[in-house]
């Protein structure tokens, strides 16, 4: 398997312009998970779903942010407008708990790395 | 809330060397995972401690877990260049079927010549 796959591994655009990150979780796999990265907060959880269905958003920052998951393939996060406090590193993970908390793991794509200018 | 706290933040050790990061959690939990992220990289996952008394080893880590005193440890036994990298713990609440893990602050390890 090719793992969690993420594009564009780097994105650099200006304030106030759309962003859309891709996250193609790794096959089979039911939860899917964002995540944010910096320097300041360490990691946070911004919103997970299972089979397709949000969970939990909580960690979403504000209005600006929204995710989506039109299938078991396939998610995106996005943000409109972006602003400079949202450069971050933003990792996608998948897990398939399966029968147990032993098969729970959670596998970290490469990450996107997003600087709003 | 659930926190989770690591200690050191930073260490520098010689190759050869021992030591031990530790990381504490405020409320009961019964996973704790641990991951190494390189520079620049994605998280790679390590362990995974599901009970109390669980002890794991992998090379020259080993990873244990006090579920009473609500503390991991992570051992690094003759420390080599190789194992440079940032280490986190992160745990799920106990009773919590979401899967969310909450992540410790990271211990970036520097193992010098």
């Known amino acids: 398997d090719a793992g969690v796959i993420q594009s564009p591994r780097h994105e650099v655009t200006e304030m106030g312009q759309e962003v859309t990150l891709r996250c193609k979780p790794i096959?089979?796999?039911?939860?899917l998970f964002w995540y944010r990265q910096t320097m300041m907060r360490g990691l946070e959880l911004l919103i997970y779903f299972n089979n397709n269905v949000p969970i939990d958003d909580s960690g979403m920052p504000e209005d600006r942010f929204s995710a989506k998951m039109p299938n078991a393939s396939f998610s995106t996060l996005k943000i409109q407008p972006s602003e400079p406090r949202d450069s971050a590193v933003y990792f996608c993970?998948?897990?398939?708990?399966?029968?147990?908390?032993?098969?729970?793991?959670?596998?970290f794509g490469p990450g996107t790395r997003l600087t709003v200018l | 809330e659930l926190k989770v706290e690591q200690n050191p933040l930073f260490l520098s050790m010689q190759e050869g060397k021992n030591y031990t990061i530790y990381c504490n959690y405020s409320?009961?939990?019964?996973?704790l995972y641990w991951y190494r992220q390189d520079p620049g990289k994605s998280l790679e996952s390590l362990f995974v401690?599901?009970?109390?008394?669980a002890v794991k080893q992998e090379g020259r880590l080993m990873a244990s877990l006090d579920t009473k005193a609500r503390l991991s440890t992570l051992h690094i036994t003759a420390a080599v260049h190789d194992l440079s990298a940032t280490y986190f713990c992160?745990?799920?609440?106990?009773?919590?079927?979401?899967?969310?893990?909450?992540f410790g602050s990271g211990t970036r390890l520097l193992v010098r010549p």
């Open positions: 096959s089979g796999h039911d939860y």
């Open positions: 409320t009961t939990s019964d996973r």
């Open positions: 992160a745990v799920v609440p106990w009773m919590d079927s979401s899967y969310k893990l909450i």
């Open positions: 993970a998948s897990s398939h708990p399966g029968q147990g908390a032993a098969t729970d793991t959670q596998y």
């Open positions: 401690l599901l009970s109390n008394g």
